[in-house]
């Protein structure tokens, strides 16, 4: 991104901040529901700048202090790369934390590089793609025991419109799923969730475990079966503020069978692995771990660093089969909502082969 640009789009989203700030808590103390509206000013190295509108909501289902925070955002997003994305997310805490909902949908419109499969060359590759995605994932927790969860996760996915040059790697490669596909997933699972808040956690852990059947029920779809682990700690400090934290995730995504290039272990985005482009390293099982300090500056100023790196072995069991890929990054956050440690997220990332991203979001990457 230019420089200009970023100063212009670290100006607005500032002095939207700040006006949020201002207004959004002081009518909203003590209510049940907390609603922070937000234009979007965005970029990521896969969409370049993006402009769109946001609207997160935090709230209670019930008034007693055991019962986490709720959270849902709605957001429209277009870029200069002439992609749109439509999404909603949820995540409900019953009273007392019984059960826990948690739903994901979005419709995407998305040219963007394609890199090649299993390539520790990737550039090589490079060549433009376009698609459209729909996507739906939602997952039922109820409560065992404590923070102890067990319940199912279901998906539907479905890449569709996919065309690039006619002469140019992709079609040379002929990945699964080329001409386009759809699947069903149906996933057991298993939770631990003692995290103090959603958005900006500094104590607890929050860890989940699936294991997803993808049949081949479906016109165009592929068999295959993933393996998924999201474990995460919070440590909390006070070297610059009492809202210091240690963040601490591993991130295991193992598949087998005949997998989509789309649902593959990609490395990249704006999560896990901060500073490649999504896709840009592509293989069927991804080892990613990241460290991340989170500190309060001023007021409402923090800033954030991290460092991380991931595995890409071509079987789950074979670790050291594919070279390492380091990440690590700086970044600034704007607390937008006091009450709920909303904030908005600035964040710049390195990565191996001279890849970088620069990252404007809503909420702490994990």
């Known amino acids: 991104m230019k420089p200009v640009l970023k100063i212009i789009a670290f100006t607005l989203l500032f002095a939207v901040s700040l006006n949020l700030h201002g207004q959004v808590d002081s009518l909203r103390n003590h209510k049940r529901i907390r609603f922070t509206p937000l234009p979007v000013i965005y970029y990521s190295p896969e969409t370049k700048l993006g402009f769109g509108a946001l609207m997160a909501a935090n709230f209670n289902t019930s008034a007693d202090p055991i019962t986490k925070v709720s959270y849902a955002q709605t957001y429209f997003l277009y870029t ?19 059960f826990i909902f948690q739903g994901r949908f979005s419709y995407t419109y998305f040219p963007e590089f394609y890199y090649g499969v299993e390539t520790e060359e990737p550039k090589s590759n490079e060549i433009t793609i376009n698609y459209n995605r729909i996507n739906a994932d ?4 109820w409560q065992i025991k404590d923070a102890l969860y067990a319940g199912f996760a279901t998906r539907y996915s479905k890449v569709y419109n996919i065309s690039s040059d006619p002469n140019g790697s992709f079609y040379a490669d002929r990945p699964a799923g080329y001409s ?15 995290r103090d808040n959603q958005t ?16 081949n029920w479906l016109q165009d779809s592929h068999r295959f079966i993933n393996v998924r682990l999201d474990a995460r700690k919070y ?23 005949e997998v989509p ?14 500073g490649y482009y999504t896709g840009y390293y592509r293989y069927n099982n991804l080892y990613a771990f990241q460290a991340e300090y989170r500190a309060g500056l001023w007021k409402f100023i923090g800033i954030d660093m991290w460092i991380g790196g991931a595995l890409t072995p ?24 006091q009450n709920d440690k909303l904030n908005v997220r ?6 191996k082969q001279k890849q970088k991203g620069f990252y404007l979001d809503i909420a702490e990457a994990y």
């Not at 200069?80 to 019984?98: C, E």
């Not at 939602?138 to 927790?141: D, I, V």
């Not at 900006?200 to 049949?215: C, D």
């Open 235 to 257: 440590i909390p400090l006070s070297w610059l503020s009492d809202r210091d934290v240690l963040a601490l995730q591993l991130f295991i995504n193992t598949n087998k069978g």
């Open 180 to 194: 386009g596909y759809q699947l069903i997933g149906l996933a057991p699972l298993i939770a631990y969730e003692s």
């Open 200 to 215: 900006y956690p500094r104590t607890g852990v929050f860890a989940e475990l699936q294991v997803s059947a993808n049949p």
């Open 80 to 98: 200069l790369n002439k992609q749109y994305d439509w999404g909603n997310l949820v995540r409900i805490y019953a009273p007392a934390n019984k």
């Open 261 to 274: 290039f789309k649902d593959m272990a990609d490395i990249g985005g704006g999560n896990v692995m901060r």
């Open 314 to 337: 071509n079987e789950w069991y074979t670790l050291g089969d594919s070279s390492f890929k380091p990440n690590a990054g700086i970044g600034l956050r704007i607390m937008i909502n």
């Open 346 to 351: 600035i964040d710049q990332g390195f990565g």
């Open 138 to 141: 939602f997952r039922f927790n």
